[in-house]
């Protein structure tokens, strides 16, 4: 449904505002972005029910859960101890999926919201994070990745599952707390004054925002039971 509604909303856009429109390009910017906006839409899905999660009772979470095969052995009062191997398929592919996300945001030009001229076409960070940083970055993503194909072929939680996936997430946190603290994130070119200044609330407020959510999954992993 996204992927359908949002090819119409941008095939509609760029028929309404590019002067001499090419079906090719069209085709291609379309495409594009309904690709896109399915991820961004998988992307806060799984962050929102990752909150329900938390915040609402065992029982009610499991009144959110469709009716099926396996519904039967799960046990609400029991914290779902009891998940299949389905559940844990879902679960690394949603992860996948939203790292698959993380690991386009680096390379998406700022053309893509019609601010090309801001930077020539660039993507909306400092092209010099590519000497050390963002290579990095991505080494993370695919440890990340290669974590959660460990977990869907031996679902069973064990101490050396928590201790990787505890030291994976707390060095992520703590790297990207460095980049933010010591890096200009964004391209020079879009932010030509002092919005991004180290010195700035703005910083310590997406390190703390970034922590929380690092140790909120620290904590969905710890707690999370093994199959029976």
Known sequence: M????????????YLGTEPT???GAMIVTVLTRAVVAAILTVAILVALFAVLERVL?????????????????????QDMRARSSPCHLTE???SLVFLGFLGLIPIIPTSFVYAGHLNGGGSFLNQ?????????????LVVFAGVEVWRAH???????????GLGITLAFAAFLSAA??????????????AAWSRASWLDPALVALLWMLALLSVRRRRIAPAPV
């Open 2 to 13: 996204v992927l359908v509604v949002a090819a119409a909303v941008n095939a509609a856009v």
């Open 21 to 23: 429109p090419v079906f």
């Open 57 to 77: 009772p065992p029982e009610q979470v499991a009144q959110l859960v469709p009716a099926g095969p396996f519904s039967g052995r799960v046990v609400p009062s």
């Open 92 to 94: 690394t592919v949603g």
């Open 128 to 140: 010099e994070l590519w000497n050390l940083w963002l290579p990095v970055y991505y080494g993370f």
């Open 154 to 164: 031996a679902p069973r939680l064990t101490a050396i599952k928590r201790l990787a």
């Open 180 to 193: 933010i603290l010591t890096q200009d994130i964004m391209d020079p070119a879009i932010l030509d004054d």
